[in-house]
């Protein structure tokens, strides 16, 4: 069993990592929040690279959150990067942008999802719609490559044109279940 | 400015650091940070928070990122300092020259009945502060020292953090407006002009 094989990442010829990366240019998103996926790799690489994205890596996602709270008071557009078991981290801090409405868009690569390997991912990852909804997130889900731009750009508009948190649940089977060898 | 036990009392150390502050903008960790910044003088700068405990020095963190020439001045309590300590590992690696932290340390959940909290026992804030790399750091103890406090603050050579001592006092309420949407945007308003309502 390889290492890498532990978490999901996009193969190496997929291009969605970077259609999301010019939305969030189009977008003007300045402020990048993150804690780090598998799935995000190759997207937080283009942001690192960009001299206009400030990229702030985060010790846990409701940072994040919260961030995105002062970004939006200073003027400038931010996102928040994470797997689905970050979005747990975030629930209480999430209330600002319903008290506040604050634009809060969330771009989050799922495990425990589709054909998992990993039984820790699960309760989490089954629960991430869910506990984002609850909060007054509005969620769509891309799970197939070619849903992933339309989904991200709606994710980004919802939230600065109607001021509110809004995610985009990139799904497992996009990104790549890993399975060690046991499928 | 001292308690009869010989800790600061903090409003007067709160109006002391924001005596003259021009167009600082500062974030009021939830309850009696919140009160004490309302106390002094409630302005559209102020952005006292109601919930999100543990989030106060990262709000600070994204208006400072936002807003690079303006002194963002984050003041909370060491029990809302402490839920969002791992915020300072972020803060110090982003390293914002305008962004100060001031941490009334009171040892105690004064909003919830002065239950103590663990700076009472030993806890180092400051000492956390500095391990997570922050190089600008400050321990406020006396009322002869509390000058030096608004000099640092206002001098954006941060990220600063600082922590004062002060009496476990419950004081009277003195509360801001409740209406979240009406806080972010006076401030926004304040910061970015009226224009911001139409972004
Ligand atoms: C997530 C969360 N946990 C607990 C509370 C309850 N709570 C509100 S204020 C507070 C204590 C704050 O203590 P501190 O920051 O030290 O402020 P002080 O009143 O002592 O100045 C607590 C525990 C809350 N509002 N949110
Ligand atoms: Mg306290």
Request: proline share 4%.
């Given at each position: 069993m390889q290492r890498s094989d532990l978490e999901s990442a996009p193969a190496a010829s997929a291009d969605w990592p970077d259609q999301?990366?010019?939305l969030l240019k189009a977008y003007n998103v300045k402020q990048v929040a993150l804690v780090p996926d598998a799935g995000h790799s190759r997207l937080i690489k283009r942001c690192l690279a960009d001299n206009e994205m400030r990229v702030v890596t985060l010790t846990t996602e409701e940072e994040g959150v919260a961030m995105m709270a002062?970004?939006?008071l200073g003027g400038q557009r931010s996102v928040l990067l994470m797997q689905s078991s970050g979005v747990g981290n975030c629930i209480n801090m999430l209330s600002l942008a319903t008290l506040h409405r604050t634009p809060m868009p969330m771009l989050v690569t799922m495990r425990g999802d589709f054909g998992e390997f990993n039984p820790a991912q699960v309760p989490m990852g089954q629960a991430t719609q869910p506990v984002l909804e609850a909060m007054g997130t509005l969620v769509n889900r891309a799970d197939k490559p070619e849903d992933i731009s339309a989904c991200v750009e709606a994710t980004l508009k919802f939230a600065y044109n109607t001021?509110?948190?809004?995610?985009?649940?990139?799904g497992q089977r996009v990104i790549g279940a890993k399975t060690f060898?046991?499928? | 400015m001292l308690s009869a036990n010989g800790k600061l009392h903090r409003r007067p150390l709160v109006g002391a650091v924001l005596e003259g502050r021009g167009d600082m903008a500062v974030i009021a960790g939830l309850g009696a940070s919140a009160w004490d910044i309302t106390a002094i003088g409630d302005t559209a700068l102020n952005f006292p928070l109601w919930g999100a405990m543990g989030g106060a020095a990262m709000i600070g963190l994204g208006l400072a990122i936002a807003q690079p020439e303006r002194a963002v001045l984050?003041?909370?309590?060491d029990g809302e300092m402490l839920m969002g300590v791992g915020s300072l590992a972020t803060i110090a690696v982003q390293a914002p020259k305008n962004l100060s932290i001031l941490v009334l340390d009171n040892e105690h959940y004064g909003e919830t009945g002065m239950q103590e909290t663990a700076t009472g026992h030993g806890v180092d804030l400051l000492?956390?502060?500095?391990g997570a790399g922050i190089k600008h750091s400050m321990l406020v103890t006396r009322p002869d020292e509390v000058p030096g406090l608004r000099a640092a603050i206002h001098a954006r050579s941060g990220p600063f953090v600082a922590l004062a001592k002060i009496d476990p006092e419950t004081?009277?309420?003195v509360l801001p407006p409740r209406e979240g949407v009406i806080l972010q945007s006076r401030t926004r308003a304040a910061i970015l002009g009226p224009a911001a309502d139409l972004e």
């Open positions: 999301i990366f010019d002062g970004a939006w001021y509110r948190a809004t995610a985009t649940l990139i060898g046991k499928d | 984050v003041i909370t309590g000492a956390m502060a500095r004081l009277p309420l």
